[in-house]
T-cell receptor, first 117, second 118 residues
Framework: DTGVSQDPRHKITKRGQNVTFRCDPI?????LYWYRQTLGQGPEFLTY????????KSRLLSDRFSAERPKGSFSTLEIQRTEQGDSAMYLC???????????????FGPGTRLTVT | AQKVTQAQTEISVVEKEDVTLDCVYE???????LFWYKQPPSGELVFLIR??????QNEISGRYSWNFQKSTSSFNFTITASQVVDSAVYFC???????????????FGTGTKLQVIP
């Protein structure tokens, strides 16, 4: 399978706990994105990386959220001191943008569904 | 600020009927990208099409067709002879230049849930 993969697929945690999600992009893609999707809504942009550099962060990404892509391959999204409002589907996507010929469509993984109790 | 509006929350059609999903967008940029994604019950977003703001040609791919009209800021999606497998939530999305200069920040609409009844 050469698509975007995410782990875990489901996570149930108690309020106040820390959680970490992992995303493995399509291997030749140099850009990686994180989105959050709540029920009945479209995905909301959180942040994105080009290689290992985090280039843009949404205001949705509070201080409790941190994302890394240490070697420009997989990425992790950590939420500290989780709150019930963090319950959502966290989606990862990747794309390939190389020079002016790059395309901009993003390919999504299956998501990690987080439930904070 | 960019915005995407999908006014149709849910649509139900009988199999083999044609259906059009509406998408209206707002942007201040002259160069941008528009997309349609499908999210079936399994949950994974599937890319359907990308359109550059300079390319207003309509596109047809099998039973799918897209009508891009810059004058009305619309990018509508038509499914011809709908099938049960088309049942999903469909998202329209817009990408402008982000703060870092690339077309990476994508704004999604709220989606239209399509139910095709056999």
């Amino acid at each position: 399978d050469t698509g975007v993969s995410q782990d875990p697929r489901h996570k149930i945690t108690k309020r106040g706990q820390n959680v970490t999600f992992r995303c493995d992009p399509i291997s030749e893609h140099n850009r990686l994105y994180w989105y959050r999707q709540t029920l009945g809504q479209g995905p909301e942009f959180l942040t994105y990386f080009q290689n290992e550099a985090q280039l843009e962060k949404s205001r949705l990404l509070s201080d409790r959220f941190s994302a890394e892509r240490p070697k420009g391959s997989f990425s992790t999204l950590e939420i500290q001191r989780t709150e019930q409002g963090d319950s959502a589907m966290y989606l990862c996507a990747s794309s390939s943008v190389r020079g002016l010929a790059g395309t901009y469509e993003q390919y999504f993984g299956p998501g990690t569904r987080l439930t904070v109790t | 600020a960019q915005k995407v509006t999908q006014a149709q929350t849910e649509i139900s059609v009988v199999e083999k009927e044609d259906v059009t999903l509406d998408c209206v967008y707002e942007t201040r940029d002259t160069t941008y990208y528009l997309f349609w994604y499908k999210q079936p019950p399994s949950g994974e977003l599937v890319f359907l099409i990308r359109r550059n703001s300079f390319d207003e040609q309509n596109e047809i791919s099998g039973r799918y067709s897209w009508n891009f009209q810059k004058s009305t800021s619309s990018f509508n999606f038509t499914i011809t002879a709908s099938q049960v497998v088309d049942s999903a939530v469909y998202f329209c999305a817009l990408s402008e230049k982000g703060n870092s200069g690339g077309y990476q920040k994508v704004t999604f609409g709220t989606g239209t849930k399509l139910q095709v009844i056999p």
